[in-house]
Structures are given as structure tokens and as C-alpha cells.
């Protein structure tokens, strides 16, 4: 009988969740920046292997909130923990020993569902405790123990995807992604968190693959910033989405990029709606 089983990839922003799952999954789904909290909606990524699925859903950093984003940010987090059935609380090893996992996450009370700690970045240093489980995404090393320890805990039950997919969202969610990772490595330190893009027309079957998407930001001067010196920074932000995007789809893609104001949209509750960032439901164990 095959395996198949929600499994969630949590713990404090920068804590390497998205390097492990584009490892896990052998794809870059989860966009990846040394600055925290680059990861605002949760990514799935599938990995089949025999008669095993896992469907591993990497989540937002577990913080506490300052603003109405992160509010949401959170929400999410703790909606996608309540129906997993398993969670990896990743922790850096160059951090020390892991805290208690539940305190983390914001909720009234921990949760039934099995945590397992897993120490990041083994690479840099290695794991406070020699017999946790341990992980490399840049090397490998831990990764095949890992998948080892989590078939057991799956559940006996058919594929919920296609052995093939490795990954479940759309393809406007990537264009979107990949935009965003390319201002969080291109941008200084504020931008980022001030920027997200804003789909708005996506012809797949065209020729080149036509994509429009507006660049947010919350200020005139960020807009400046994002567009820079005779349009060289959008320029080569498009580049860098447009390389991700053409490798995800295999063929050229047309990106047709603008750059927009929405004052404080990570502030109001009815522009954040209105961009696919659903409001806390609040989660009951």
C-alpha cells in the first residue's frame, strides 16, 4: 500500500525551511535570500519516491507579528500546522540548541501532531546534539536520513499528486515569487519587505509565454529605487525572474514588468485581501 502525507517545514524566519525543501524536492520552488522572512505564503513541494509522496509545505517564519502582513503571515503558518501530519521544526546548528517548538508558533496550546527537530546548515558547523537529525541543504548530507525518518510516520494511503509534479501552486504564483526574490537579492535592506508583485495577466499558450505583473511598493521613493538609474534595476530584476521562470516552464517567457504605489499596503487589511493574503481564521486545538 503507498504512503502519502502532509508534512510541514516550520520554525523562525532565516531558518533554512525553503533551502531544505528546493533540496528535498530537487527544484527551486521556495524563493531563498539570507534576509528573514522572505517567505510570506506557504510553498508546497512534492517528493515521490517509490511507493512514498510527501507533500511538504514550506511555511512563513514563526514570528511575533508587528504589523497586519505579519499577522497574516503567521495565520497562515498556524492554519497549515493544524492539518499536517508531521512537522520538521528546523533550527540553524550555528544557533545552538533548538527551543521548545509550540511557544514558537503563536497558538493557545500545542498541538497532537508529531514535532521532530532537525538542525539546518550542518554544513557551517555541526549539530548541538550529535544524535538529532541534521541537514545540509547546499552539501546533502542528512538528507536521505531524513526522508528515512519520515516514511514511517506517512499514513497508508494513495498519492494525492502525480508521482511526476513537484509542486502544486500555479504558475502566476512562481512569476510572482521569483519577481520578489530577485528584489530581495538586488535591493538593500528595506525595499524588500515594502515590494510584492501583483500578477495581472498571464497568456501560458502564447509565444513567448506572456506575463504582466505590477511591482507594489508603499512610497514614491521606493519606486525610484526599484526602478532605478534609466530603469536598470527593474531591468535586471525582470532578468533574474525570467531565468527562473523560463527554466520552471522550459521556454521563453515574455516578462512585462511596472512598478506601482499601494500606501502601506502591508498595513490594510482590504489591500492585503485583496492580494491573496487571506485573514487569520484563528486556530483552535
Known amino acids: 500500500m503507498p504512503r502519502c502525507g502532509h508534512i510541514a517545514l516550520a520554525g523562525r524566519p532565516n531558518a533554512g525551511k525553503s533551502s531544505l525543501l528546493n533540496a528535498l524536492v530537487g527544484a527551486h520552488l521556495a524563493i531563498v535570500s539570507p534576509k528573514p522572512q522572505s517567505t510570506r505564503m506557504p510553498v508546497i513541494g512534492l517528493l515521490t519516491r517509490g511507493e512514498t509522496q510527501f507533500v511538504l509545505h514550506d511555511l512563513p517564519g514563526l514570528l511575533d507579528p508587528t504589523y497586519a502582513l505579519q499577522e497574516r503571515m503567521r495565520g497562515m503558518a498556524q492554519e497549515e500546522l ?136 508603499e512610497r514614491d521613493s521606493q519606486k525610484g529605487i526599484v526602478i532605478g538609474a534609466g530603469g536598470r534595476t527593474l531591468k535586471a530584476i525582470g532578468q533574474h525572474a525570467r531565468a527562473r521562470l523560463e527554466d520552471l516552464l522550459g521556454e521563453q517567457v515574455f516578462l512585462d514588468c511596472w512598478v506601482k504605489v499601494s500606501r502601506d499596503w502591508r498595513r490594510k487589511a482590504h489591500l492585503l485581501t485583496a492580494l491573496g493574503f487571506p485573514e487569520p481564521r484563528g486556530i483552535r486545538p
Open 82 to 217: 493544524a492539518r499536517v501530519r508531521a512537522i520538521l521544526h528546523l533550527h540553524p546548528a550555528t544557533e545552538g540548541p533548538a527551543p521548545p517548538f509550540w511557544p514558537l508558533t503563536g497558538l493557545p496550546s500545542p498541538l497532537e501532531t508529531p514535532v521532530l527537530t532537525v538542525y539546518t546548515k550542518i554544513d557551517l558547523t555541526p549539530a548541538p546534539d550529535p544524535a538529532a537529525l541534521a541537514v545540509s541543504a547546499t552539501t546533502g548530507q542528512g538528507l536521505e536520513a531524513l526522508v528515512a525518518a519520515l516514511e514511517p510516520r506517512l499514513p497508508e494511503q494513495p498519492f494525492e499528486f502525480d508521482a511526476e509534479d513537484v509542486g502544486t501552486q500555479p504558475l502566476r504564483f512562481f512569476a510572482a515569487e521569483y519577481l520578489r526574490e530577485a528584489a530581495f537579492e538586488l535591493l538593500g535592506d528595506e525595499v524588500p519587505y515594502a515590494l510584492t508583485a501583483e500578477v495581472e495577466e498571464f497568456r501560458e499558450h502564447a509565444k513567448p509565454v506572456y506575463i504582466r505583473v505590477s511591482l507594489l511598493v
